[in-house]
Antibody, heavy 119, light 108 residues
Framework: QVQLQESGPGLVKPSETLSLTCTVSGGSISPYYWSWIRQAPGKGLEWIGYIYYSGSGNYDPSLKSRVAISVDTSKNQFSLKLTSVTAADTAVYYC?????????????WGQGTMVTVSS | SYVLTQPPSVSVAPGKTARITCGGINIGSKSVHWYQQRPGQAPVLVIYYDSDRPSGTPERFSGSNSGNTATLTISRVEAGDEADYYCQVWDSSGDRRVFGGGTKLTVL
């Protein structure tokens, strides 16, 4: 079955760029939508943005100026870059597959990776 | 931007019925999806398109959506249902995915 695995540094310094990759195994990255979702400690889920397998996508307005999501279909991966991070970006970051309709249903999730922003 | 409102907590005795609400302006015109998140785990889809169950979701879980409120109903609640539950919609006006704040279900 399809599985998602996040990877990347667990510690990022303030003002630097957070970079994560999600590897899709057991299935194809097309024709789905792929999202990044985060959860600050003790808080709820926050959608960051999505990318379609074709490369189009959208981001939450609150993060749009700092976020970029890209896809590499040859590697069955998609990636997140978040610039100018602060302590408020400390969270568990999940990648998820968006299925059905306009990819609005998150039917498969990665296990999540904790990213701490600290000097 | 579209806002979804959930009660922070709901408590229910084992064997009883839990109802978790998700409020939003005219949410009945949108499709609502529900996720269960047990402590330390990733969220899991339990209801999609208001009332459809993915394979693996017990029939005890059901959903409804009308007017300004969507509801996740869990019948014959078990200790294993204790978790955080999140509702989610697609805000088509901005092509955004929006989550509610989450509800902690406590089984007494």
């Amino acid at each position: 079955q399809v599985q998602l695995q996040e990877s990347g540094p667990g510690l990022v310094k303030p003002s630097e760029t957070l970079s994560l990759t999600c590897t899709v195994s057991g299935g194809s990255i097309s024709p789905y939508y792929w999202s990044w979702i985060r959860q600050a400690p003790g808080k709820g889920l926050e959608w960051i943005g999505y990318i379609y397998y074709s490369g189009s996508g959208n981001y939450d307005p609150s993060l749009k100026s700092r976020v970029a999501i890209s896809v590499d279909t040859s590697k069955n991966q998609f990636s997140l870059k978040l610039t100018s991070v602060t302590a408020a970006d400390t969270a568990v970051y999940y990648c998820a597959r968006g299925a059905r309709g306009d990819g609005e249903v998150f039917d498969i999730w990665g296990q999540g990776t904790m990213v701490t922003v600290s000097s | 931007s579209y806002v979804l409102t959930q009660p922070p907590s709901v408590s229910v005795a084992p064997g009883k019925t839990a109802r978790i609400t998700c409020g939003g302006i005219n949410i009945g015109s949108k499709s609502v999806h529900w996720y269960q998140q047990r402590p330390g785990q990733a969220p899991v889809l339990v209801i999609y398109y208001d009332s459809d169950r993915p394979s693996g979701t017990p029939e005890r879980f059901s959903g409804s959506n009308s007017g300004n409120t969507a509801t996740l109903t869990i019948s014959r609640v078990e200790a294993g249902d204790e978790a955080d539950y999140y509702c989610q919609v697609w805000d088509s006006s901005g092509d955004r995915r929006v989550f509610g704040g989450g509800t902690k279900l406590t089984v007494l």
